[in-house]
């Protein structure tokens, strides 16, 4: 993805909370590369899913035009949630790393915790080179 003008602040680099947009951006790719597309896979099951918590180490600034590369996986299985580990590049330099927890839950008001789908869990293990944890 390339920084946009409105993701820079006055220091004219990368404004913070825009990488968690960019992991977002992300989190929604890499659903669709495992074939389990956000949020219509998850339907089926009765369930969807909800940021818990986000933490970001930062290593460096991306600035206005520079080309990024973001790359996303799942690090760990809970029982109802997973954690993504998602980093953005300029290059080779890695520039930040976040981590994202998802609860899976009933869609709607009720938000009741649901375990993470079996076959959800299935597709990404088939996947990823490096398996999830599971705890």
Same mark, same amino acid.
């Given at each position: 993805m390339r920084v946009r003008w409105a993701d820079v602040d006055m220091q004219g680099i990368v404004f913070n909370p825009n990488y968690l947009v960019y992991a977002d951006n992300g989190m929604t790719e890499y659903m669709r590369a495992v074939g389990f597309p956000y949020p219509q896979a998850l339907l089926p099951f009765g369930a969807d899913i909800f940021a818990a918590g986000s933490s970001i180490d930062f290593k460096g600034s991306a600035r206005f035009d520079d080309m990024l590369r973001v790359g996303a996986r799942i690090e760990r299985f809970g029982r109802t949630s997973f954690r993504f580990r998602i980093s =953005? &590049? !300029? #290059?080779?330099?890695?520039?930040? /790393?976040? !981590? $994202? $927890?998802? %609860?899976? =839950?009933? +869609? #709607?008001? /009720?938000?009741? $915790?649901? +375990? %993470? +789908? =079996?076959? &959800?869990i299935e597709i990404v293990e088939a996947f990823e080179a490096v398996k999830p944890e599971r705890t």
């Open positions: =953005a &590049f !300029r #290059g080779d330099e890695l520039l930040n /790393d976040i !981590r $994202t $927890t998802y %609860v899976c =839950a009933t +869609p #709607g008001e /009720d938000r009741k $915790t649901l +375990p %993470v +789908p =079996a076959k &959800f």
